[in-house]
């Protein structure tokens, strides 16, 4: 039997211990009861330390940290009770597992142990196989409680450092919306010190503001809804108001937690709402600039058309003048024909209606749209645009034919822009034709109802252009006229565009293209009459 000198570590005959090895303080006043233990410990493969009283054994704990100690509890001096209230009373020694040592049998002794810390009793005198039994399981406990408490260090740890960088800011609440955790992150978004708003209620920093400033009472917040009423929230935008009072708006995202509380996911989208407001704002200049050039556009197109116009004015304004002159004749013979006056004047009438109606199509197609939209009737649209451009039709030489579906469903457009776009399709479409060998079969306006759209396909029978030219005829600038410039068909494009719509073309083989403009229907709407 190897003799131990108290405090040394005994390990298989050698007295240094080998790193990692788990260490065992066996503390009892009779050396028998230590020779014992430690027979029984050798060969176990553990460090073992001696102690021949409490105060040699907190001496022993303190310097040497072992895993367990088992400790008698009768002792002169310092029994064992006193020296494991001590270790669980040093932060140093909190850790260390103790087994009482004792030949006492009360149950009040047993459960003052364990109320002082203690984890098991072996009782004397001592069967070796359960020391050993109970001193393996316990180091074992020890080593898996060591390495739990190392893990879950080690995730603070990590939990902390993800707190600390990430860009979102993170608070917590517990049940009454007190602050519990709060990250750099928000404590730099919100304009608030950590150490300021811990413990302290978050509706008590006064976050929760409207535009103008007012605060907003506590139970209208998505916070309280979350932290008081379980209910969570996803990346909802709220407008909060920092320490120094200047407005933020940040989404958040609340969530709930099962024991009572909530955990809000903060993040400051203020630079993205002024850049949505900014791109908001640019929109509406491009959209202003768009109408602006359509409405150029038009004014172009009437340019162009303008000989064609006066004639179509001329001619009812001409009749207008030799009705009047017929019925002042009338009304200087000696005997007046009533009859003969009243078809005159109503002659007049009728070319004067004439004349109106052409010029009411002008301011119509003329007037500049508010950049609306409204339920419409393609059909109707159609018939005044070809009403519209029978001016050319005649300069040209070159019919209209119109086969309008009867079972159309209303779009939403703006119906000027709509006249524009079919206005300009059916000229480029009777141009095409002049000179035609197919002129006589004229342009072919055709309006279609799809399961999804109301489509309008003008066909022309004129010179074509190749595939290659085909793909660009929408390219702004893009032309294949002598001298044209090339926007007609890009603004076209931009207006069916705007509302929804597609616009494409086909070639008819060599002769001849169709342009089909196609419009979202509405699915449900009856018929239009």
């Not at 022309?460 to 090339?486: H, I, N, W």
Request: proline residues 4%; negative net charge.
């Amino acid at each position: 039997m190897n003799d131990a000198t108290p405090g040394r570590a005994l390990g298989k005959g050698r007295a240094e211990v080998e790193a990692g090895t788990e260490q065992i303080l066996l503390v009892d006043d009779n050396p028998i009861n230590l020779q014992i233990l430690q027979q029984s410990l050798q060969g176990c493969g553990y460090g073992l330390l001696l102690a021949r009283d409490g105060r040699e054994a907190l001496e022993v704990a303190r310097r040497e940290r072992p895993s367990l100690v088992l400790l008698d509890v009768m002792m002169p001096i310092m029994d064992g009770f006193e020296v494991c209230r001590r270790l669980k009373a040093s932060s140093q020694t909190a850790d260390i597992a103790v087994i009482f040592l004792s030949a006492l049998g009360e149950s009040a002794d047993k459960v003052r142990g364990f109320a002082l810390g203690g984890v098991d009793y072996i009782a004397k005198p001592f069967r070796p196989d359960e020391v050993v039994a109970r001193v393996k399981t316990h180091v074992k406990i020890h080593r898996l409680e060591r390495e739990l408490a190392r893990r879950n260090s080690e995730l603070e740890a990590e939990n902390q450092r993800i707190l600390h960088t990430i860009s979102e800011g993170i608070v917590g609440l517990d049940g009454q919306g007190r602050i519990t955790a709060c990250n750099p992150a928000a404590s730099r978004m919100l304009g608030w010190p950590v150490h300021d708003v811990l413990g302290e209620r978050l509706h008590g920093l006064g976050l929760f503001a409207t535009e103008d400033g007012i605060e907003v009472e506590e139970d209208q917040t998505t916070v309280w809804r979350c932290y008081a009423a379980g209910e969570g929230a996803a990346n909802a935008v709220e407008l909060i108001r920092r320490r120094d009072g200047r407005l933020i708006h940040v989404a958040m995202t609340a969530t709930p937690l099962p024991e009572g509380g909530a955990v809000l996911v903060l993040r400051d989208i203020s630079q993205w709402m002024e850049s949505e407001e900014a791109l908001r704002v640019a929109r509406e200049q491009l959209e202003s600039q768009r109408q602006h050039l359509a409405h150029m556009e038009r004014l172009s197109t009437l340019g162009e058309m303008g000989a064609g116009i006066a004639h179509e004015v001329n001619q009812p304004l001409t009749a207008v003048t030799n009705y009047a002159r017929v019925a002042r004749r009338l009304l200087r013979e000696p005997e007046l024909d009533r009859q003969r006056l009243d078809h005159v004047l109503s002659r007049l009438d009728v070319q004067a209606v004439r004349a109106a109606e052409v010029i009411q199509r002008l301011r119509s197609y003329l007037h500049k749209p508010e950049g609306g939209g409204e339920w419409v009737d393609v059909n109707e649209l159609v018939q005044e645009v070809i009403a519209l451009a029978e001016v050319d039709s005649r300069i040209n030489d070159v019919s209209i034919h119109f086969e309008a579906a009867t079972d159309l469903r209303p779009v939403w457009i703006d119906p000027i822009q709509f006249q524009q776009v079919a206005l300009n399709l059916i000229r480029n479409a009777m141009e095409a034709m002049v000179g035609s060998p197919w002129r006589q079969q004229g342009v072919v306006v055709v309006t279609r109802l799809g399961e999804e759209w109301v489509s309008m396909d003008v066909v022309d029978r004129g010179r074509g252009v190749s595939e290659e030219q085909a793909q660009r005829l929408f390219e702004p600038c893009y032309s294949t006229k002598q001298g044209g410039m090339g926007v007609g068909l890009s603004i076209c494009q931009g207006i069916i565009h705007h509302y929804g719509g597609q616009i494409s073309v086909e070639r008819n083989g060599p002769d001849g293209m169709t342009f089909r403009c196609a419009l979202p229907r509405t699915p449900d709407a009856a018929p239009l009459a």
